[in-house]
Each structure stands twice: as C-alpha cells, then as structure tokens.
Nanobody, 115 residues
Framework: QVQLVESGGGLVQAGGSVRLSCAAS????????MAWYRQDPGKQRELVAA???????TYSDRVKGRFTISRDNVKNTVYLQMNSLKPEDTAVYYC?????????WGQGTQVTVSS
C-alpha cells in the first residue's frame, strides 16, 4: 500500500523558515511527479511546487523565490524548504504523488505563520 507521510509543520514567525518532509513508502520513481499543495479552510487546494522524476521543478508565483522543492531518491523523501514565510502562507500542506494510474495524498501538516 502506498503511503505518503508529511512532517515538519508547526508554528513559525513571519520571516522564518520551515522544512517540510514527505516520506513515501515506495520508491519515488513510482510517481511521474511529486508535488506540494496547500489549503486554507474554505478555500480551494492550490499547487505550491512540483518536481518530476526527471528533476524539473515548477512553483506557484506566490512562493517563487522563497520556497524550494527537492527530492532524495535514496530516502524516498521529498522536501519543501520554505523561507521568508508570510502569514498568508498559513495553511495545511499536503504531499501529492502522481502515479500513472492514481493520485496519492498524504494526511497533511499544518503550517502557521504568525505576524
């Protein structure tokens, strides 16, 4: 059974940094791409960043230059380094694994940025 487990969320002050981790129970090469999404209550889930198995990356305009997605193919883990955090970055962050036949999600981790 494929599982994605996020960790690393918490409370941080504006301007601070947090690194999120997403540990997969299978090799990352099982997925065409890995991504981070976030969701505020009452809002739609939005794409934050994504990385393909070939190593290319893409970012939301709202986080470009502040967040970095990376992957460790040995540890089967994807990271989201978040710097210069703003209160509007407060959300539940979800890891997403896009496999050929299914879309997998983690349980989410809360990030709260205080002003």
């Amino acid at each position: 059974q494929v599982q994605l487990v996020e960790s690393g969320g918490g409370l941080v002050q504006a301007g601070g940094s947090v690194r999120l981790s997403c540990a997969a129970s299978v090799t990352l090469f099982s997925f065409n791409a890995m991504a981070w999404y976030r969701q505020d209550p009452g809002k739609q889930r939005e794409l934050v960043a994504a990385t393909t198995s070939a190593g290319s990356t893409t970012y939301s305009d709202r986080v470009k230059g502040r967040f970095t997605i990376s992957r460790d193919n040995v540890k089967n883990t994807v990271y989201l380094q978040m710097n210069s955090l703003k209160p509007e970055d407060t959300a539940v962050y979800y890891c997403n694994g896009i496999a050929p036949s299914y879309n997998y999600w983690g349980q989410g981790t809360q990030v709260t940025v205080s002003s």
